[in-house]
């Protein structure tokens, strides 16, 4: 038997200990007796204290303990668990872009997966499935999504388990790890087993071709062009196209190829149909996964979607939005045409991700053994109990100890009037 | 009622003259109101047309030539009722019932004194079912066991008023014991008009040693008469209730001596016999005495 809030068994027992010491100091009503001239006594509220060395109303007294003790009981909730004396399972499935090749994430799955056991699918977000609806996506994998739904699963296992084992089943690149992963892998109280399996080539290295019809006399054109990669021709693994003025038929048809990246950066207020805001601002700073630029930028659009890049107050910047195969980029960061802003190295930093494919960049180096090392941890397996969430467990005895404790209330204010009744 | 006895004899002797003279009846110990021709010459008046010639002096006419008659004071008997309060506030204590049996124990030694006078005797109570058990006056023989019985068998309970008694009650001479813890007032206004009558009326007023000194822990005292009256007597109300009943009782005895009665004030404790003897001292009278 285990209690889901055992301080309330320690509240409990104090408010008891708290009851027999008030016993021997009893503010009570004092007992009625005949006083024919009773009509002479000044009025005045009908209490008085009276102290005894010696407990008072015994019988009372064990029944309000008793009363106290059960409904502490019932707050802290006892759980007699079934017998489970065996090992359960969840298992991190990575299904994101970064696993080369989906079946072998599906067979190293079945090998280690038992009847009972909790499958957790994870890319840029994650869910628990089943081991046959398990399918890749075209996104971004993210580790900490993973971890954080195997952590909850655990929970959900451990009142059947003494033991639960995290294994994850991963390409384990890079990019799947974030700040957040080490913290969230350190809430799984045991080690965890690491299967890696086979990750997608890392795109490649080469920038992409931009052609754009503006000339260089355009600010952003002639800041990418330092960049080197204005031209013509594809040469990277993406093709980009500029667009300073308004986006035309025969751009958004382009950019529904696959491999097509369109950025629709506007030189003015006239050259986009993007809703404008209630009103102009201007803002200090804009940042992209790749660099901050610091200036004075007038804010003209509201901007939604992926987000590439963003304001200093967190608002979009840029944002992607997928056309069949390809993409279009929308970035709203208007340059002074007669300013020397992107020519700066912080603006081809804060361009480079505008220039990677639609979803951003593939998978990139796989993960060193230090980190595979701090993933898998030490020691033994998660013990069950260390890994309930008690704040949502239910205990099925609650509500007759609630009952019975309403009854000894009952009793104990039944006992108390009659013994307020004058003889 | 045990030791009745030891009263009686403790009583024997004892007188209980009228405070004032006596409409003419049966003679008796008690000077009356009327002039006669007992034994006992008073003054001489002289003969008027109308008055008997028998009672003219006929000595003093021989030796002044003048007609007087002799007069003298007659004596006649004085017919007392004794209206005993057997309300719910009378059992006090409640074990000892200490206020009821001063109360009977006081009756039945004025019905002795009385009894012993040659004076009628008679007796007014409530009985156990509320119902007013008069017993008239009387002068046989037995009586006073009789009374005795009367009381004895009523049961101290409920809410009886006391005027409603009075003011039936055709005796001279009444004598009230009661706690005055009822209809005071309406006893008090009845008795007055019993005074105005020409009767005497003599309060006993029964007060409980504990009802003058209550327990010193603290208590809900409860009032017998109207149970949703209660009130705590601890340290900090005891010196106000004190005061508030020794000026209730004050104005009591002002109030009773001022109508014309008497008023006693009897503490469970006292002897019976001291008590009956108190109260009929004729200086028990108040302001309004003879």
Redesign the interface.
Known sequence: MSWLLPSALAIGGIAAVVTVALHFIARS????????????????????R?RSIALTDSTLLLVRVAALLVLAAAIAAPVFAAARNRVARVVVADRSRDVANIQEVRDTVRAVLRAGDVLVAFDSDAVTTALDSLKQVDTRGSLSAGLASAVRAGAALAPRADSVELIIVSALTAAEIDDATPRIRATWPGRARIVRVASTPATSAVPPRVTTSATTDDPVVAGLALLGVTGTGRVGSAEVRLVRGRVSVADSAWARDAGHVLIHWPADDDNALWPKRNSIDAIGAVASSGGVMVGRFPRLWVLSGRTVARWADGEPAAVEHATGAGCIRDVGVVFDPAGDATLRPAFRELVQPFLEPCGGATATAPLGADGLKALAGEGPLAAGDALRDRSSETSRWTPWLLFAGAGLLILELAMRRSSRT?A | MTNLGQLLDDVRGVHWPSRRAVAGGPAGTHQSKMRGTSAEFTEYRLYRQGDDPRRIDWKLLARSDRAYIRLATDRAVLPTTIVVDASSSMAFPLLSNDKWHQAQRIAIGLAAVVHADGDPIGVAVHDERGNIRVLPPRTRRGVVSEIARVIDSADPDGLDPLAPVVAAVRSPRIAIITDLLGDAEELLRAASVHVVGGGEVHLVHIVAREELDPPARAILAADPEAPTLQRLLVDATRRGYLEAFGAWRAAMARQWRAAGASYIEVVTGEAPSHAVRRIVEPRSMGGARA
């Open positions: 009503r004092p007992l009625a007796e005949p006083l024919p001239t009773a009509r002479f006594i000044p009025q005045r509220p009908i209490h008085a009276t004058p």
